[in-house]
């Protein structure tokens, strides 16, 4: 789920805010243009996702509600209602569209989770997946429109 190391995330990725973001680049994502980490294979890994995902919305146009607009990527700061810094001080996570992507905070409803998963196109979960990107669909305190960049655990 969302347990993570502050530790070895500032190791691989920067210990402050300033290395964190003298190790971002610019990586178009579906024609939006976002920050992301390149250490590690982050930013790379990221791009394959967006060529992966870029070749299945042209198969099914449909899905682009769950990807597009993004929500975000770089922004240094703690996980909501918690002390732990967010992958996203990282700059190792992205947020996609918050149009149809439950997550606990704004929809707290158990029922919700199993639907939403078994609903949310597993084209999408299995892109980012494949670049060793973890899911928020999977946790417990669900967040469907996040995926970071997690290697050290999926591989």
Same mark, same amino acid.
């Given at each position: 789920?969302?347990?993570?190391?502050?530790?070895?995330?500032?190791?691989?990725?920067?210990?402050?805010?300033?290395?964190?973001?003298?190790?971002?680049?610019?990586?178009?994502?579906?024609?939006?243009?976002?920050?992301?980490?390149?250490?590690?294979?982050?930013?790379?890994?990221?791009?394959?996702?967006?060529?992966?995902?870029?070749?299945?919305?042209?198969?099914?146009?449909?899905?682009?509600?769950?990807?597009? !607009?993004? @929500?975000?990527?770089? =922004?240094?700061?703690?996980?909501?209602?918690?002390?732990?810094?967010?992958? /996203? %001080? &990282?700059?190792?996570?992205?947020?996609?569209?918050?149009?149809?992507?439950?997550?606990?905070?704004?929809?707290?409803?158990?029922?919700?989770?199993?639907?939403?998963?078994?609903?949310? !196109?597993? @084209?999408?979960?299995? =892109?980012?997946?494949?670049?060793?990107?973890?899911?928020?669909?999977?946790? /417990? %305190? &669900?967040?469907?429109?996040?995926?970071?960049?997690?290697?050290?655990?999926?591989?």
């Amino acid at each position: 789920g969302r347990a993570r190391s502050t530790p070895l995330l500032k190791a691989l990725y920067g210990a402050s805010p300033q290395e964190v973001r003298a190790a971002c680049e610019t990586v178009n994502f579906l024609g939006q243009q976002v920050i992301f980490n390149s250490r590690h294979g982050a930013a790379a890994a990221l791009r394959r996702v967006a060529q992966r995902l870029a070749a299945h919305l042209a198969d099914h146009p449909q899905d682009r509600v769950w990807v597009l !607009p993004l @929500a975000g990527t770089y =922004a240094h700061r703690q996980v909501a209602g918690a002390e732990a810094l967010s992958a /996203h %001080a &990282f700059a190792v996570a992205i947020d996609l569209s918050t149009a149809q992507s439950p997550y606990w905070r704004w929809r707290p409803a158990p029922d919700i989770v199993q639907n939403a998963r078994d609903y949310f !196109p597993q @084209a999408i979960v299995g =892109a980012f997946e494949a670049e060793h990107f973890v899911w928020g669909g999977k946790w /417990h %305190a &669900f967040d469907f429109m996040h995926f970071e960049y997690r290697p050290e655990i999926v591989e």
